[in-house]
């Protein structure tokens, strides 16, 4: 046995090398697999159905891959397509997808792998207490789950494989665990199952596991009880270490990973450098679930926001930053109750000191003196309107206000014109559990199409 | 001396929206040994305000990593979130005294 599995890049999106691709093309790969999505990059893209990438990127790196599939006739998996692996996303990725089978000329079979949710069905399950919460879940009721603007299940080996036997040549799957792409074609071939989850961690993210991670391109290749990490690049060597060292890539637990259907425990993987610039890995194990069950993840919408952005480069405000801005915001609350009449409970104003410590907050502790700080403004407010006349009362402060009598007003540095700019909804992550189901097909979806 | 001086790399990334997980690699196992003794979990919650008992640090010989994951101090992209990736809440533990 000897499945050859090609991962392109760890994100279509990002941008790969071709001519790397195309050697690795002349290894005769059994399926060419790539992930277009993670919840990495924040609650909005779940929140409104969208993708991260911009569309054209998107096309352009799906038409290599799409004559890289003609060429070899093998099947081509997308995973988490869009980003956030919604239908809408879906949708969006099989639209780009028959516009490149036009352009290309291709007469080819899609397969979509849908994962959104609906509410009705995740609300039931929470009621007949099928609903778990994971490490730090935030804590879910009925009302929480029927306002998500977004529940996603993410699929695993089980509805990828079902995806894989409709025989189509591409499958676009909505959200799915990084390593069941990898895995899938391996243990429909007979690879263990422990053997082919292991790999698919490790190759989740294309060439990081290598010694070159801007390469992109790597191979896997399965055997019965143990894989190869093939570099594909010129240069590029998989060491031990590289390999074992992506278990803890973005990973809470370094040793287990839980997927759907089991969990993954590599503490006694053995890690083997071969003359190639490959490693040969074996000893995971694999702890099937019997209650199977699926993550889920979904977006709420928290209010709107609107942000100002103000330099301050005058020394004797930037040592008084603090006292500042704690009198604009007291000057701005009592505008706001007797202009809007908005009580402070609904509306929040953040200042946030570029070059200070806007990327830490309480948890900085190192005291600097900055030459300038650049203030960032966030309102946040029920509604879009009300975020906008509050950045609008907030704006003649930050222009010119004082912490002296006496003197002639000081006025600060706008970088940008409008001063203020509208954000829109703003989106939080409310969920973090899982859902246990009686067979694996029961929340998702496959659609079938001929282009 | 201090916990940069001494290590190769510190990596700070998301596990996930709700979890932060930060990646400290030693070159030798002397400064892995240094490491597990000074990075503990009394220091983790000092640094980054959090409880012990949500702090787990796990040492990983054979790579000379110590793993650290904790909640995240706010949930990612949620209005109080500073940090969308999780990027630098690594440096925190930078200037961190090595005995």
Partial sequence: MNIKVLVPTGALGITYCKKTLNKGLKEKPDIIVVDGGSTDSGP???GKGKSKYSRSSTKSEWKTLMIAREKLKIPLVIGSAGTCGTDKTVDWFLEITKELAKELNQNIKVTLLKCSQSKKVINKA?????IFPLNNAPKISSKKIINCTNIVGLAGVEQITEAINTKADIIICGRSTDASLIASLPIMKGVDKAIAWHAGKIGECGAFCTTNPKSGVILISFEKNGFFIKPVSNNTKATPYTVSAHMVYENSNPFTLIEPGGLLDVKKAIY????????????????????????????????YQSISIVLIRDESYVRRIKKWSKQIKNKVKKIIQNSLSLKKKNYE??????????????????KVEPNEIGVLVVVTA????????????????????SLYNNRELPTFSFPLSPPSFKIGKKYEFCLNHIVKVENPMDIFKLEKYSI | MKLKELVKKIRSKNAGPFLLTIDIFCSNKKKFQMVVQNVTKIEISTLYKIPKEQINIFPIKNLNIVKIT????????????????GASFGIILEELKIK
């Fill in chain 2, 70 to 85: 904790i909640p995240r101090p706010n949930i990612q992209g949620s209005s109080k979130d500073r940090d969308l990736h």
């Fill in chain 1, 44 to 46: 909005a893209y779940l």
């Fill in chain 1, 349 to 366: 104003i953040q200042f946030r000191f570029v070059g200070k410590n806007a990327t830490l907050g309480s948890l900085e502790r190192k």
């Fill in chain 1, 272 to 303: 083997k450098k071969q003359k190639d610039g490959s490693v040969y890995v074996t000893g995971a194990n694999w702890v099937e679930d019997n209650n199977y069950k699926i993550k889920l993840e979904g977006t709420k919408v928290v209010g």
């Fill in chain 1, 126 to 130: 929470f009621l007949s207490k099928n």
């Fill in chain 1, 382 to 401: 029920e509604k879009q309107y009300e975020c906008e006349e509050i950045s609008k009362i907030l704006n003649p402060l930050l222009l010119h206000h």
